[in-house]
């Protein structure tokens, strides 16, 4: 299995610009679920989604971000438009759904710097 | 109060040595634990589940006291490799399609 697959890696940008963020989960899991982590503020959880249905956003700072699950396949996260203070890692995971099944399984991240 | 608290260390020992931390959690009804570890410049990846009983996984012992509302990591024989930031993970609903809440990590560094 490919596990989580992320992309880009890194992406560097200029303040104002758009910022598209991609997640491939594992197949056959049902939740997705997408962080960032920053030194300051630790991990945080933006959104998750069961079933491609978003379940909770609270966590998505303002705005600017929005993220979509058009199939179980494929999720994005974007922030238009990109301020500095968003530089940080975001992190995919994904994760079979069901009691009993607890552990979430995360991609190798995206290194955001915005300019 | 944050939901789950860590000291963030880091705790610096030598190889061989034992080495034990807490977390502290803020709600009662929190159904499920875990402890995750994270290399640097590397995703979170689960290294064990806590249970109630107590469970062990070779040289790393977690324990739940739900009383005082914490859990601990116990580190065994120290190895160089255990160097990493360990996370306390919370999932106050018990499913893992719920939101699971992570501590901001206690760094381990094990010298030679």
């Known amino acids: 299995d490919a596990g989580v697959i992320q992309s880009p890696r890194h992406e560097v940008t200029e303040m104002g610009q758009e910022v598209t963020l991609r997640c491939k989960p594992i197949s056959g899991h049902n939740s997705l679920f997408w962080y960032r982590q920053t030194m300051m503020r630790g991990l945080e959880l933006l959104i998750y989604f069961n079933n491609n249905v978003p379940i909770d956003d609270s966590g998505m700072p303002e705005d600017r971000f929005s993220a979509k699950m058009p199939n179980a396949s494929f999720s994005t996260l974007k922030i238009q438009p990109s301020e500095p203070r968003d530089s940080a890692v975001y992190f995919c995971?994904?994760?079979?759904?069901?009691?009993?099944?607890?552990?979430?399984?995360f991609g190798p991240g995206t290194r955001l710097t915005v300019l | 109060r944050k939901e789950v608290e860590q000291d963030p260390g880091p705790f610096n020992v030598p190889e061989g040595a034992t080495v034990a931390f807490n977390c502290t959690y803020s709600?009662?009804?929190?159904?499920?634990f875990f402890w995750y570890r994270q290399d640097c410049r590397k995703e979170p990846k689960l290294l064990m589940s806590?249970?109630?009983s107590g469970n062990e996984d070779g040289r790393f012992t977690a324990q739940l006291n739900r009383a005082s509302q914490y859990i601990s990591l116990l580190i065994r024989d120290s190895k160089l490799s255990d160097s990493a930031t360990y996370l306390c993970v919370v999932n106050p609903r018990g499913s893992s399609a719920s939101k699971i809440i992570f501590g901001s990590g206690t760094r381990l560094s094990i010298r030679p």
């Open positions: 995971a994904s994760s079979p759904q069901g009691e009993g099944i607890y552990e979430q399984f």
């Open positions: 709600n009662s009804a929190s159904q499920s």
């Open positions: 806590v249970y109630s």
